[in-house]
């Protein structure tokens, strides 16, 4: 049996009106050497798992395994479980995630497989095109734009990772290294976390400058269910452990409201661990 150089990683969360359109994408996709599909539907009563059933049928005739799990309770997991899952399941040896709710362009698994193979530590993302075009399109802009040196020197702004998890591309075993996602389920930021344990263990972050995702916003979109707060509380602690742990002062100068915000959250931090008392 051949090696499996690269799975996708994709679950399943009620996207049925979606799935279709995804999986066809995986189905178009140009990549040469031996690929697979890990799917892990988490507790979807739609009819993910009809379509998923047909696509299977369909994709194991052109040679792509596919390979299916699920979570048969009465609720879902939550989306670092799914993705852990999905991994656990597969064999490829590099992983190229994607959500049920985007598609792929044809070129997509080929050109980040050859940018991850040249970085075996990096997470290689790629530029996006938003549907609506309408939605987010400050957000966008940022995703697409970011200069190489930006993608690390702005991993501490509000928008989170600087390459956005539906694009993510990268090495099984890098993968392990970091460890795995969290599993907290609904409201934790899983793909923030595992991003900033990534930079912590010395990882890289590329980009593959070319639109080679439609990333759909949609209101049942996961990333709705995190609250802000939760994202200010992680973003400071880690600027905390990256930056200021290391300087003896600081100062924030004409910051606007995301300075106030954050000497709100790391006063906070620093009465909670007693470095300052009122």
Request: glycine fraction near 6%; aromatic fraction near 12%; hydrophobic fraction near 40%.
């Amino acid at each position: 049996m051949k090696k499996v150089v690269l799975t996708n990683i994709l679950c399943c969360l009620f996207f049925q009106c979606w799935l279709d359109e995804c999986l066809k994408s995986v189905w178009e996709q140009d990549f040469k050497q031996t690929m697979e599909l890990s799917i892990f539907n988490d507790a979807s009563k739609d009819g993910s798992a009809e379509i998923i059933a047909k696509w299977k049928i369909k994709l194991e005739d052109a040679g792509v395994p596919v390979i299916v799990g699920s979570n048969d309770s009465a609720q879902p997991r939550g989306v670092g479980f799914a993705k852990n899952q999905a991994i656990m399941q597969s064999s490829g040896t590099y992983l190229c995630f994607l959500d049920s709710d985007d598609v792929m362009m044809p070129q997509r698994v080929r050109l980040q497989y050859e940018a991850a193979i040249q970085h075996p530590n990096s997470i290689v993302g790629c530029r996006v095109r938003r549907v609506p075009p309408e939605s987010t399109e400050r957000y966008t802009r940022w995703i697409n734009n970011l200069t190489e040196e930006q993608l690390l020197t702005q991993v501490f702004t509000s928008h989170g990772p600087t390459v956005i998890m539906p694009t993510w591309f990268c090495s099984r075993e890098w993968f392990y290294h970091v460890g795995k996602f969290d599993e907290g389920g609904k409201g934790v930021p899983e793909d923030l976390l595992f991003f900033y344990k990534h930079l912590q263990k010395g990882g890289e972050v590329l980009r593959v400058n070319h639109c080679l995702l439609l990333y759909r916003y949609h209101p049942q979109a996961a990333t709705h269910s995190v609250l802000e707060e939760t994202i200010w509380n992680h973003r400071v602690k880690f600027l905390e452990d990256r930056v200021l742990s290391s300087w003896m002062s600081f100062t924030i100068w004409n910051a606007g409201k995301q300075g106030r915000n954050c000497v709100c959250v790391y006063t906070c931090i620093c009465i909670n661990k007693q470095y300052i008392s009122f």
